[in-house]
């Protein structure tokens, strides 16, 4: 028994850390940094229930606008090849742009009554909303491409690696990327955990002092990413150096170090197209067009579908089927919607979750998600993208049982036949043990896949059109979330902040039907893009 178990974790987590080089640094530091981003989200849920406004319909369609960025992964992966040699210049700005969303909602809780008088706060939070994935996004393709960077070509004698070598190296960064992401959440989690300890019997005050003490920590997440590219340079100069002492001439030493492996040309159809894109997105964004997001998505999805016809060209007619058969499939199960912030908002207001409590779960789902990406390493690498969906959505489907019976009153049946052990917090922590370790399971897959299978020259363009086209699929999510809170309609007891006046009352009857709703279309949309693929042919990874 113990002898299995130690051959599982040598397998599964140590012989990941033996794999780990020097070199995979760099573009780690940058992806945890994105882990990071999660430091405000327990203090934005309290923030925007307890001082803003704002709809639950309101907040799908700003998490609408706030996922349209990364579909614009593509054209800035694109440009990423052809600024090749200046793309830590992208990470820089990236920072710049987060730094001033942390900075805004710092001075939002810390000087709220001067940010007001420039404009309403729901605005400025709107702008920090839409100015931080920005950032990110700018980030993260260049931390794709510095992965690909980031796997050597030669070994410590100058030699070529032979290809077998190469492919393994690729699949373990890829894995060590989504490490590096969920542990930056495990982080966020452990700080958010001691910041909010005792949380639940301070004053408002009090609590209002620890987010802001949170939003201040969260300005380590662009220094974070900054390094990593200063160490990238770091390691380049001294690679070079090594291979200057083994006798490489200096075009040898730029080509190995500093030039992808084969040089990009402009295309024109991704920079033009992305252009107008961009200008669409800008300019029916600020119309006030009633069906903007609709008109977005639908144009969004057309260009960005037009462009993987493109690049599809560069594939062999075997690959390009299996892209297209994993895109269809990936895109079906991140497109699904979600219940919103009214459940969040129910489990604060009526099943008693408080700051500490939510952050005591979230730690428990980046402790787990991190643990499933090693539970479930052979089964990502063993099982096809289909397979992977099909337990995850009978999964995911199951998983939501529990919320639906809570909304009927599960906790207080089973807390009075256990004499109050398992209540509510008790099934939320069983869920979230169950639900977390599957988290990341679906996206190392198709990283790997593209990291082996695209064009040598087209790598990081690659990794940009798939990362457009499946975080279009989470703008779908949002407006699909939308549409459900605009039909099941969920308020939380907002006042007036200067009167203390209820100006609308809490409302969360329609919430059960919302959950049913969403299991419902959780299940039967997956298996209907797989049929789908099935049908016409394709393959997935």
């Known amino acids: ?52 406004g704002l709809s639950a319909a309101f907040l799908a369609a700003l998490a609408f606008w706030a996922y349209i960025p990364w579909a614009l992964k593509m054209p ?49 939070f709107v702008l920090s909303t839409l100015l931080s994935p920005v950032g990110y996004v700018l980030q993260d393709a260049v931390a794709d491409a510095m992965t690909v960077e980031a796997v050597p070509r030669v070994d410590g004698r100058g030699q070529p ?29 452990l700080v958010n955990v001691t910041m909010f300890q005792g949380s639940e019997h301070l004053p408002e005050a009090g609590k209002v002092a620890i987010y802001l003490r949170i939003y201040e920590l969260a300005l380590v997440i662009p220094l974070l990413s900054v390094s990593g590219v200063v160490l990238a340079g770091f390691l380049k100069r001294r690679e070079a150096r090594r291979l200057a002492g083994l006798g490489h001439s200096r075009t040898d030493i730029d080509r190995l170090v500093h030039a992808p492996e084969e040089t990009t040309r402009p295309n ?19 119309s006030g067009f009633e069906y903007a997001q609709e008109l977005i998505f ?3 999805f057309a260009i960005i579908g037009f462009m993987i016809h493109r690049l599809l060209r560069e594939l062999s007619p075997e690959a390009a089927r299996t892209l297209l058969g994993t895109v269809i499939v990936i895109f079906a199960f991140r497109a699904l919607p979600l219940p919103g912030a009214g459940m969040t908002w129910w489990m604060i207001d009526e099943l008693g979750f408080d700051q500490s409590f939510l952050s005591r779960l979230d730690l428990l789902v980046s402790t787990l998600t991190l643990a499933g990406l090693f539970l479930f390493r052979r089964f990502m690498a063993e099982k096809t993208i289909v397979n992977i969906v099909i337990f995850l959505t009978l999964a995911s489907a199951l ?12 906790h207080e049946w089973t807390a009075a036949h256990t004499g109050g052990v398992v209540d509510a917090r008790f099934i939320a922590l069983a869920n979230t043990a169950l639900e977390s370790p599957l988290g990341q399971v679906s996206m190392v897959p198709m990283l790997a896949w593209i990291a082996n299978s695209a064009p040598p020259h087209l790598k990081a363009t690659f990794f940009a059109v798939m990362a457009s086209f499946t975080n279009l699929a989470l703008s779908a999510s949002q407006l699909g979330t939308k549409y459900l809170n605009q039909i099941f309609t969920i308020t939380r007891e907002v006042k007036d902040a200067a009167t203390g006046v209820v100006t609308t009352p809490a409302d969360y009857s329609q919430l059960g039907a919302l959950l049913v709703t969403v299991t419902l279309v959780g299940l039967l949309l997956p298996l209907g893009a797989i049929l789908l693929a099935r049908l016409l042919g394709l393959r997935s990874a």
Request: glycine letters at 10%; charged letters at 10%; hydrophobic letters at 55%.
């Open 268 to 286: 024109w159809w991704i920079l033009g197209g992305s252009a107008a894109f961009v200008a669409l997105t800008i300019g029916v964004g600020l």
């Open 1 to 52: 028994m113990l002898t299995a178990l130690h051959r599982w974790i040598d397998r599964n987590i140590l012989e990941l850390g033996r794999e780990m080089r020097l070199s995979y640094l760099p573009p780690l530091m940058v992806y945890c940094a994105a882990g990071l981003a999660t430091f405000s989200t327990i203090v934005g849920t309290f923030f925007v229930k307890d001082y803003l």
């Open 76 to 124: 800035i992966g694109h440009l990423v090849n052809l600024l090749w040699r200046y793309k830590s210049g992208l990470v820089y700005l990236g920072a710049t742009l987060i730094a001033i969303s942390l900075l805004i909602m710092i001075g939002l809780i810390g000087k709220p009554d001067a940010m007001r008088a420039v404009m309403p706060a729901e605005a400025w």
């Open 399 to 410: 998983l939501m049982l529990p919320a639906i019976g809570m909304f009927h009153g599960l």
């Open 298 to 300: 639908t144009a969004s």
């Open 161 to 189: 690696i032979d290809a077998g070598t190469v492919r393994l190296m690729h699949t373990t960064m890829q894995m060590l990327g989504r490490v590096a992401i969920i542990g930056g959440t495990v982080l966020v989690s």
